[in-house]
């Protein structure tokens, strides 16, 4: 199970589908990924220690995962900006146990739907004091077409709303720079690289527009944008592959390869 595509992680809520949960990590492991990543409430189906010797077996190191999101059947899609102050405490302990068992150093706090900013800065620095330092938070601008109504729709907003925390925190509070959002709400990718780079606290990638694997279907030059990432801006973390394969997940990394190779 040779390592192919070091420095990018496997995002199991999108990828490997083609098998329950519990099963993507040796997928994901014998495709050729050392990390992975979960966006979805699929984890908290499973008890930690569960997830747990899912990694071990494998090698693998959880590198982000999504806090409870509270019910995504009925329409939830974070809490932060919510009036749900004891499920939005629940979902930070709950998140607390998971990084600590499967030593995941950042977890991404949803904002939600239709929310109060008050309420989601306020929130928001209740997350950094209640899982800092060991644990990164992270805010993430998602698009208004993938998730109509969601609360944090702007990068610059987004990097306000770190500066104010940070005036007030010594606990780390970061941007998931997602590129499939930033250029569908923005464009202007490498500019707006440059521009946040020192609030990046992880980075996710998808084809734009229709978020299947980021090769030259797509719209992006993805290998330029890599390129700024390691070279230019020094950026050391993981990329997250978040995206929907267009068929077999196997099948479609041919891309990842290809990035990988040069």
């Given at each position: 199970?040779?390592?192919r595509f070091?420095?990018?992680s496997?995002?199991?809520a ?5 098998v329950?949960f519990?099963?993507?990590f ?6 050729g990924f050392?990390a992975?990543e979960?966006?979805?409430n699929e984890?908290?189906?499973h008890p930690?220690d569960?997830v747990?010797?899912?990694?071990d077996?494998?090698?693998l190191?959880?590198v982000l ?13 974070g809490?932060a900006s919510l009036?749900r102050?004891k ?13 600590q068992?499967?030593k995941?150093?950042?977890v ?9 900013a008050e309420?989601?800065?306020s929130n928001l620095?209740k997350a950094?004091?209640f899982l ?9 601008p998602?698009?208004q077409?993938?998730?109509?109504g ?6 610059a907003?987004a990097?306000?709303?770190i500066a104010?925390?940070?005036g007030?925190?010594d606990?780390p509070?970061?941007?998931l720079f ?5 250029q569908?709400l923005?464009?202007?990718?490498s500019?707006n690289?440059r521009?946040?780079s020192?609030?990046?606290g ?8 229709d978020?299947?694997e980021p ?8 290998r330029?944008?890599?390129?700024l990432?390691r070279n ?6 993981h990329?997250?592959c978040e995206?929907h394969p267009r ?10 390869e290809e990035v990988?190779?040069?």
């Amino acid at each position: 199970m040779a390592v192919r595509f070091p420095g990018f992680s496997a995002n199991l809520a999108m990828l490997f589908q083609e098998v329950p949960f519990l099963q993507r990590f040796a997928r994901a492991r014998r495709a050729g990924f050392n990390a992975v990543e979960i966006s979805s409430n699929e984890l908290f189906a499973h008890p930690p220690d569960e997830v747990r010797s899912c990694l071990d077996a494998e090698g693998l190191e959880c590198v982000l995962f999504n806090l409870p999101a509270g019910d995504w059947r009925q329409g939830d899609r974070g809490l932060a900006s919510l009036d749900r102050p004891k499920e939005f405490l629940a979902s930070l302990q709950q998140g607390a146990e998971y990084a600590q068992r499967l030593k995941c150093p950042r977890v991404h706090c949803l904002a939600g739907l239709n929310g109060s900013a008050e309420l989601y800065r306020s929130n928001l620095r209740k997350a950094v004091e209640f899982l800092g330092p060991d644990v990164e938070v992270l805010i993430e601008p998602i698009n208004q077409r993938s998730m109509p109504g969601y609360h944090l729709a702007s990068f610059a907003e987004a990097a306000d709303i770190i500066a104010d925390i940070a005036g007030q925190s010594d606990k780390p509070l970061k941007l998931l720079f997602d590129v499939f959002h930033c250029q569908i709400l923005h464009g202007d990718l490498s500019t707006n690289m440059r521009k946040y780079s020192d609030h990046i606290g992880h980075v996710q990638v998808a084809g734009v527009p229709d978020r299947g694997e980021p090769d030259a279907r797509q719209e992006v030059n993805f290998r330029y944008l890599f390129d700024l990432l390691r070279n230019e801006l020094g950026y050391q973390g993981h990329i997250g592959c978040e995206y929907h394969p267009r068929g077999e997940t196997e099948d479609g990394l041919k891309w990842l390869e290809e990035v990988v190779a040069e």
